[in-house]
């Protein structure tokens, strides 16, 4: 139970990195928060679940899927509003002009 906390300290963590990443539009530091929500939940998976009988390792593998899909997917959202919010910008500096 001790090293799932960590983990999931862990997993917080790099949400946190992630989302100040996205509000100061740095990109280094959104990838050290996907990297870190990687090795998190893979240490998630392979060491905190190792343990477990042959059916939950199965499940937690398609977990530790589902979860990486749901981070690509969040990432590519604000991603994706980041690179319009700086398109506009420019436009409407010409609109003043």
């Known amino acids: ?9 862990y997993i917080v963590t790099a949400l946190i990195w992630i989302l ?9 530091i959104r990838k050290f928060g996907l990297g870190l929500s990687i090795l998190a939940t893979a240490k998630l998976v392979f060491l905190d679940l190792a343990n477990l009988t042959q059916f939950y390792k ?7 899927g589902i979860f ?3 981070i690509s997917l969040v990432y590519q959202h604000f991603n994706k509003r980041l690179e319009l919010h700086t398109e506009v910008i420019p436009n409407e ?5």
């Open 68 to 70: 990486l899909l749901a």
């Open 20 to 28: 100040y990443g996205f509000q100061k539009r740095n990109s280094f």
């Open 93 to 97: 500096k010409k609109d003043l002009d």
């Open 58 to 64: 199965i499940v937690s593998y398609f977990a530790f």
């Open 1 to 9: 139970f001790h090293n799932l906390v960590i983990s999931l300290i």
